[in-house]
């Protein structure tokens, strides 16, 4: 597809382009259905005018609950075609964060299928998806109402909010904007020259910030998205054969299910010729097992990304161009087109190469705050640290970066992340990432116990502890050796697939 030329306003436009394009193509595929361009935009028309009769005003919450499917894409499309925007929320999630989230937000309705939990949204218009689908076309209306409302937006709208953890319990909803995910769909389509025939893998959740690249690319490029079902990466050769009928060749998933496939050395058994890009963001990548994906599939394209929900979901990369040691941090890059990242000292300055500081961005994939949080917002959306002579929103993120000889950023943890100890500054993810090396270990997470002043390294393996504090004596210095080691059958994860370090931190950090 050709650029756009910064003339698009509005994401419904990559639909509306796509599907005068690619008709036929298919746009979003689950195990249950699948639709093409051309219904899909008859199906967010439709579901944008009935959504629009239902809710007076334009820009209000609208609560999307319903499990990871086709449906649930088209009602993100169709809340934005009736001039609101989006909030997925996890259908699993406890009551009680549900309750949270439902109270920060008050949503002018919840949208789903056939939603019983009645009690726990007594308080909100409830929408039924497929009611609304079914009614009347009433086609001159529908287009009429739609072009009013199309009238009145602009690229500067909310599209949609994700919600995040909050350290005080209480989560955090970014606002994202359009014109933030035009720039990033633009900038991911060209730089990874993403196009009809792409057929993206999905792995993550919507309700996770990763989901962006993959949902929108796909719109943009009038390529397909293959929802991939959650219970194949517990059985990765069955995972890879799925991908393999299904014909998915690009996939951004977080590092936990690359490493899955390549611990169970599952592409031994299953060849993916097909797959020609891999990125991948959300943690820490460990190129022990990186270097086996590139062993089997040495023609593909690997990128790390890195960034947070709040500013899109990505602002640096870095596209892998030479080899890695295992025990060699893989570069998280450097900014995405248009996009400012720098990293500052403690004192305020700008870091050198070799210096480490913490990493803020600014630039058009920056988001818009925290809804109905002003506190919070004006806590890390703030003005430039390096310069005051007029309003420069900026990102603080929290994440401490160095930058290397090449001008790249290395990922070295976060600000809350690092510890004093033994009266060193230490951070935890470099004895990660030395323990992540170890061959006989397949996932290691470090946490502190601050209680008793102990370095805890957690670890799912076959290596017993000598053996790991024989590797680790000649990764690292002896301050930053771990003083407790504990072997777990498993490594629990969260709900978007990365090591659930808050359940680590509760059960070994806290006693």
């Known amino acids: 597809m050709e650029k756009w030329n910064g003339t698009i306003r509005n994401v419904l436009e990559y639909i509306e382009h796509s599907a005068r394009e690619y008709p036929s193509n298919p746009a979003f595929r689950d195990d249950k259905t699948q639709v093409t361009y051309s219904e899909l935009l008859q199906q967010t028309r439709r579901l944008g005018y009935q959504i629009a009769k239902k809710i007076s005003g334009m820009r209000n919450p609208i609560a999307v609950f319903m499990d990871k499917s086709v449906e649930c894409l088209i009602s993100f499309f169709g ?65 009429e109402c739609l072009k009013n409302i199309r009238r009145n937006m602009i690229d500067a709208d909310p599209l949609y909010i994700l919600y995040t953890s909050g350290s005080t319990g209480i989560p955090k909803g970014s606002v994202i904007s359009h014109r933030s995910v035009i720039d990033y769909a633009e900038w991911v389509s060209r730089i990874f020259q993403f196009d009809e025939k792409t057929v993206f893998g999905s792995q993550t ?79 820490v990548m460990p190129t022990r097992q990186l270097n086996v994906w590139r062993s089997h599939l040495p023609e593909a394209r690997y990128a790390n990304l890195f960034g947070p929900t709040e500013i899109t979901d990505i602002g640096l990369y870095y596209i892998l161009d030479r080899e890695f040691s295992d025990e060699e941090p893989i570069p998280i890059g450097v900014p995405c087109e248009n996009i400012d990242a720098f990293a500052v000292t403690e004192e305020g300055k700008l870091i050198g190469k070799g210096e480490t500081g913490e990493l803020y961005f600014r630039g058009s994939f920056v988001g818009c705050g925290y809804y109905n949080n002003p506190e919070k917002t004006q806590e890390v959306f703030i003005q430039n640290p390096l310069q005051s002579s007029y309003p420069d929103p900026v990102y603080r993120t929290g994440d401490l970066v160095r930058l290397n000889e090449r001008g790249e950023y290395l990922y070295q943890g976060r600000k809350d992340f690092q510890i004093k100890h033994m009266g060193y500054r230490i951070e935890l993810g470099e004895i990660e990432h030395a323990a992540g090396s170890f061959q006989k270990l397949e996932r290691a997470a470090c946490i502190y116990h601050t209680g008793k002043d102990k370095i805890i390294l957690i670890y799912q393996g076959t290596a017993g502890k000598e053996e790991i504090m024989a590797y680790l004596k000649d990764l690292l210095p002896a301050y930053m050796m771990p003083e407790v080691m504990v072997q777990v059958p498993a490594m629990p994860l969260n709900a978007n697939g990365k090591i659930d370090r808050k359940r680590l931190q509760e059960q070994y950090g806290e006693t």
């Open 79 to 143: 809340i934005a075609a009736s001039g609101n925007f989006y909030v997925c929320m996890d259908t699993q999630m406890a009551p009680e964060r549900i309750r949270k989230i439902l109270n920060s937000l008050q949503p002018a309705a919840v949208l789903g299928k056939s939603i019983q939990n009645e009690k726990l949204f007594s308080d909100y218009l409830i929408l039924d998806y497929e009611e609304l689908l079914a009614a009347g076309t009433e086609e001159g209306k529908q287009q």
């Open 205 to 283: 959740p919507f309700y996770f910030s990763m989901s962006v690249l993959d949902i929108f690319t796909t719109i943009r490029n009038g390529a397909a998205l293959q929802i991939i079902p959650k219970k194949l990466f517990s059985f990765p050769v069955k995972l890879l054969e799925y991908m393999k009928e299904t014909h998915v060749n690009a996939i951004y998933w977080v590092p936990s299910a690359l490493s899955i496939v390549a611990d169970w050395q599952a592409l031994d058994y299953v060849a993916l010729p097909q797959l020609h890009t891999v990125l991948f963001a959300g943690e």
